[in-house]
């Protein structure tokens, strides 16, 4: 029977459900089978469980016959249909279960996806702004990524460089220069930090410094560069204004000293010019005044002769001094040049101590000789003479009138050339200085000559592919010694 008035409680539900379903195992009616399904239907809208439908279905058919309507048992009966009735219910709740995952996982998922997009715009914002130019490429050397400093200094649009290689996108100078530098940072897997100097159109070139390294796989393989760049083209520029605001300090303190050194020796040789040239003066002036004696007794000639001696020493005193103006200013200029021939060095030490017999009588130092064995080569002979006669003539000057000994010999290839006096020795700090240019350890009072003599001797050294250098103690004398390659002759 159909009720039309209120509805029914949920346990009015549960009651028709279980007696139509009594029904229907005892007498197999369709009408009771219909409603058993609209009061179940109904008993579950309203609020009972599928557990609470599951034991009224148990307590309906507990104590019924085994045999019902037909040829099937009431058990067999009721369990299909608590099948039927439960599966709509249970797959329903499936479905909202599996819905309610599901709507959760897509909420975090949209959460998580608002949060990684929020994290890459503000990414992208940071490296547009930054002043470097930054880029991403893949193994093959297509652009990934360009930041608007990129797109700036190569006056280029995203579209027109992303998905491309350097070739397809940039100058051939530029493309060459960061297809080269990229590809070994590919190759080697390593960090890269280089300066690159790039074409930038109008401006000329800048220079940047591009710390570039590899993108490496979990299995260590390189599937990309990124490069970060830092235009230092106007450090580069200060560094190198700097660099020319030294130089041309430095050039300016060459120049002063240059100035200084010229008016010292002017001054020097203005006074070593000026003392033999005042000697010969007198000397010519008593020998006028000697031969307008016309009392007796006549001029001796020991006297004339005497006094020729000086003149004559005075006279060789000056071409010294003007030969050592003469070298100076050929090296100066540029215009040393050598005339090698086939010597034996000791027969020309012989000859310069020869010509050096009469200053070396007068110190009173003995000169020895010392080297059997003869050292032949291929020198030029002026050079070499001078060199000599210019470190007899400082042994003799400095020497204080002891010992002098000059030593030749061989070293390998070379020929060696010392000459050891037993003076007054050079000082550590001016060793260097000796060799130098107008340079000079002792005062120009007590010894005499511009200060350019071992600054030639050694620039004629040099010319002939050897060297010089010297060995003293203060108070203990000096040794110079001369190397020079032996070329030997067949």
């Not at 570039?212 to 450090?235: H, N, Q, S």
């Not at 007054?424 to 130098?436: C, H, K, N």
Request: net charge negative.
């Amino acid at each position: 029977m159909t009720r039309t008035h209120e509805p029914m409680t949920a346990q009015e539900l549960a009651g028709g459900y279980a007696s139509a379903l009594r029904d229907y195992v005892s007498t197999g009616s369709e009408a009771a089978l219909t409603s058993a399904y609209e009061l179940g239907r109904a008993a579950a809208a309203g609020g009972l469980g599928i557990l609470e439908l599951a034991m009224l279905h148990h307590d309906a058919l507990r104590g019924l016959p085994r045999a019902g309507a037909g040829e099937r048992p009431a058990l067999e009966m009721a369990a299909q249909f608590l099948a039927e009735s439960l599966s709509p219910f249970e797959m329903t709740l499936r479905s909202y279960r599996a819905n309610a995952r599901l709507l959760g996982l897509s909420e975090v998922l949209a959460e998580r996806n608002t949060e990684i997009d929020r994290a890459r715009e503000q990414l992208r914002a940071i490296l547009d702004a930054t002043t470097a130019v930054i880029y991403l490429k893949d193994a093959e050397g297509r652009y990934l990524y360009v930041n608007r400093q990129f797109q700036q200094v190569f006056s280029l649009r995203p579209e027109e460089v992303l998905g491309r290689r350097d070739e397809e996108a940039l100058p051939a100078g530029v493309a060459g220069i960061l297809r080269q530098d990229d590809a070994q940072v590919l190759a080697t897997r390593a960090p890269l930090e280089l300066e690159e100097i790039l074409p930038a159109g109008a401006d000329g070139a800048r220079a940047y410094l591009s710390l570039k390294f590899p993108l490496l796989d979990a299995g260590g393989v390189a599937y990309g560069v990124c490069c970060v760049a830092t235009d230092i083209t106007e450090r580069k520029r200060a560094e190198e204004a700097l660099q020319r605001a030294r130089e041309a300090a430095q050039r300016e303190r060459q120049l002063k000293a240059a100035l200084e050194a010229r008016d010292r020796f002017l001054d020097i040789a203005s006074h070593e010019l000026k003392t033999p040239l005042t000697s010969l003066e007198l000397q010519v002036a008593s020998l006028r005044r000697l031969g307008k004696v016309s009392a007796a007794p006549p001029v001796s000639d020991e006297r004339v002769q005497s006094k020729c001696e000086v003149i004559l020493r005075q006279v060789e005193r000056l071409k010294v001094l003007i030969n050592g103006l003469i070298d100076v200013g050929r090296i100066s200029s540029g215009h040393l040049e050598l005339s090698r021939e086939p010597l034996e060095l000791g027969a020309l030490v012989r000859v310069v101590l020869a010509r050096s017999e009469e200053p070396v009588r007068r110190s009173g130092s003995e000169v020895t000789l010392r080297g059997a064995e003869a050292v032949h080569g291929t020198w030029d002979r002026s050079l070499l003479e001078s060199v000599v006669a210019q470190l007899v003539s400082n042994a003799v000057k400095f020497g204080e009138g002891k010992p002098i000994e000059i030593a030749l010999g061989t070293t390998g290839e070379r020929a060696v050339l010392t000459v050891r006096d037993h003076g007054i020795g050079v000082p550590l700090a001016d060793q260097g200085r000796i060799f130098e240019r107008f340079e000079r350890a002792v005062s120009e009072r007590n010894y005499g000559g511009f200060g350019v003599g071992l600054w030639v001797a050694r620039q004629a050294i040099e010319a002939m592919g050897g060297r010089i250098a010297v060995d003293s103690q203060p108070g203990a004398g000096a040794e110079f010694r001369v190397e020079l390659p032996l070329d030997r002759v067949s």
